[in-house]
């Protein structure tokens, strides 16, 4: 087994024993973010999710870019590398010249050269996406897609895992004040 195929094995195990614990979902995305990155030794990834009118991709966490980039602007669910958003992994190996990038300059002034934009679903509805950014050009390989793919699933438990808890929490608050007036 090659350095690569490890380096993947144990970040998948490090994401699914986040997913697996009671942190904060801040924390869990950060954790999964930071382990794709380290994992594919990329410049810094992102997981965004869909506005529930799906025009917005929104940042739920990143690592390894700056605020500046992270706060760029608004990015548009249609005009950004919009086939991740019809359930396909994306790569781009020149972000700073190809159409699909909504933002070509600020990604050029941020030294990014290239993008993996894989879907992040839930069972079959896609709710954001997972995207790596490269410092140096780079044709993403099928395992890179696979393994970013697989983080993205356990990201979308995680999320999942983190809307189930808060609405368990609201139901069991709710009973404890009517049964309970006095606590």
């Known amino acids: 087994m090659g350095k690569t195929e490890r380096n993947y094995y144990q970040s998948l195990y490090e ?15 950060r954790s999964l973010v930071e382990n ?13 999710l869909l506005t529930p009118d799906k025009k917005l991709l929104l940042h739920a966490s990143a690592c390894g870019l700056s605020d500046w980039y992270v706060q ?20 781009v190996l020149d972000a ?7 933002y070509q300059l600020e990604a050029k002034r941020e030294g990014v050269a290239s993008i993996l934009s ?5 069972r079959e509805e896609i709710i ?6 490269t410092a140096e050009p780079r ?7 696979y393994f970013v793919g697989a983080a993205a699933n356990l990201g979308a438990i995680a999320l999942e895992n983190a809307r189930l808890y808060n609405s368990l929490q609201r139901d069991y608050d709710a009973l404890t004040r009517y049964y309970f007036p006095f606590l």
Not at 97 to 102: A, E, F, H, T, V
Not at 118 to 122: A, Q, T
Not at 139 to 145: A, L, P, R, V
């Open 15 to 29: 994401i699914a024993a986040v997913v697996n614990s009671i942190g904060a979902p801040g924390a869990i995305l």
């Open 36 to 48: 794709v990155a380290s994992a594919l030794e990329a410049k810094g990834c992102a997981l965004m």
């Open 72 to 91: 760029k602007g608004q990015i548009s669910a249609d005009k950004s590398i919009a086939e991740a958003l019809e359930g396909k992994p994306v790569t």
């Open 96 to 102: 700073t010249k190809d159409k699909r990038i909504q």
């Open 118 to 122: 894989v879907p992040v679903k839930l």
């Open 128 to 133: 954001g996406v997972i995207r790596v950014y």
């Open 139 to 145: 044709q993403f390989t099928e395992d890179d897609i």
